[in-house]
């Protein structure tokens, strides 16, 4: 069983709009899964929706909390793309001993041409071939917690080395 925390970001269509704060969308992690018609066990539940700059202390932990609480052993975070490092540190340097993979998108999983289904569809395919560990699944890539920065010129996130 594949459990999926969701936490916010571009990927569920929430766009940080200058001084008007977050925008809502209609657009949900289980739209893509039911649009690709997934034949796998999943369940999703939503953690927290923010963009990922205004994640707090206390919103990581309850994420945490969720994960340690899980029954499955293979978890999925949507994350916004801004912090999805940091996260993937905070929670890698815990080993939890599961298979954790995040991942999100750079264009609005509203949007006609957005990245969502492709890089969700690459992540849970990654989540059910890696072993434990933690990993962030971007851009058609695999990258290990402790090994990942985020490009703001490419917009990709690559290996440190
Ligand atoms: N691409 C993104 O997800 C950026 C986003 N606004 C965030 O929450 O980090």
């Known amino acids: 069983m594949i459990q999926i925390f969701t936490t916010g970001g571009t990927i569920e269509g929430l766009d940080y709009v200058d001084g008007k704060g977050i925008t809502q969308s209609s657009v949900t992690i289980e739209t893509f899964l039911e649009k690709a018609n997934v034949d796998f066990e999943y369940a ?14 206390k919103d990581i932990q309850l994420l945490v909390q969720r994960i ?11 994350h916004g793309t801004f912090t999805m490092e ?22 609005l ?47 990709k996130f690559e290996r440190n080395e």
């Open 44 to 57: 999703v539940e939503s953690v927290f929706k923010k963009d990922s700059r205004a994640i707090d202390e």
């Open 109 to 155: 999983g509203s949007s006609a041409d957005t990245d969502a289904p492709f890089n969700l569809g690459y992540a849970i395919s990654s989540l059910q071939l890696l072993k434990p560990d933690v990993y962030i699944a971007m851009n058609g890539q695999v990258l290990l917690w402790n090994n990942v920065s985020k490009n703001l010129e490419t917009n």
């Open 86 to 107: 940091d996260t993937a540190k905070y929670i890698g340097k815990l080993n939890l001993k599961k298979t954790i993979v995040l991942v999100g998108s750079f264009i």
């Open 68 to 78: 340690r609480n899980a029954n499955s052993t293979k978890i999925l975070i949507t």
